[in-house]
């Protein structure tokens, strides 16, 4: 009878130890990943030419975007550095930042190719912040009512809109005429 307790103690001891290094390890790999993002975030709020004190506020607004949109926080992060890599001030790329995650979220189109969308609109047609989701609903609805949807033109439209641009399209109603001739 104390030989079967013991070996239950024995057993309980070495499950709880068990437990202990499975919770441990994961504690520390949450731990890498979280530097890990946190670093990634730095290099972007430094290339914005922002400072340390940037980086929790950016950090606590990605998190609010990606609760949003529902999209995992490093979508949200990948879709800021495409805008801060474009060359977006931190400032325009967070007004930007909802509407590329709702619509990449919506459109099943990679973030990355949405957001240089985001900024090829922006740049091209002069679609400010306040009208970059109704930008997109066009796109949605053009892409819904033709062949082209815009999880396919989100890779084409950086290279397509300064040439549009060019012939005099802008605002909305010019991205209204774009996509109808996309179509």
Do not use: C, H
């Amino acid at each position: 009878d104390a030989e079967a307790r013991r070996e239950k103690i024995a057993l309980w001891l070495s499950r709880t130890a068990t437990g202990g290094l499975v919770v441990g390890a994961a504690a520390g790999m949450a731990y890498k990943n979280f530097a890990d993002v946190e670093r990634r975030i730095n290099r972007i709020v430094i290339n914005a030419d922002k400072g340390a004190e940037a980086i929790q506020p950016t950090i606590a607004r990605l998190q609010q975007v990606g609760d949003s949109a529902r999209l995992g926080f490093d979508e949200v992060v990948t879709g800021l550095d495409a805008l801060i890599a474009s060359g977006r001030s931190l400032d325009e790329a967070m007004a930007f930042l909802p509407s590329v995650a709702m619509t990449a979220q919506a459109s099943g189109a990679a973030i990355n190719d949405i957001a240089l969308s985001a900024d090829a609109l922006a740049g091209a047609l002069d679609i400010d912040p306040a009208n970059m989701q109704r930008a997109f609903d066009i796109l949605v609805a053009g892409g819904k009512a033709g062949k082209f949807e815009l999880k396919d033109m989100s890779q084409y439209l950086p290279s397509l809109l300064p040439a549009f641009s060019a012939l005099g399209f802008k605002g909305t109603e010019g991205l209204q005429k774009v996509v109808a001739m996309l179509q």
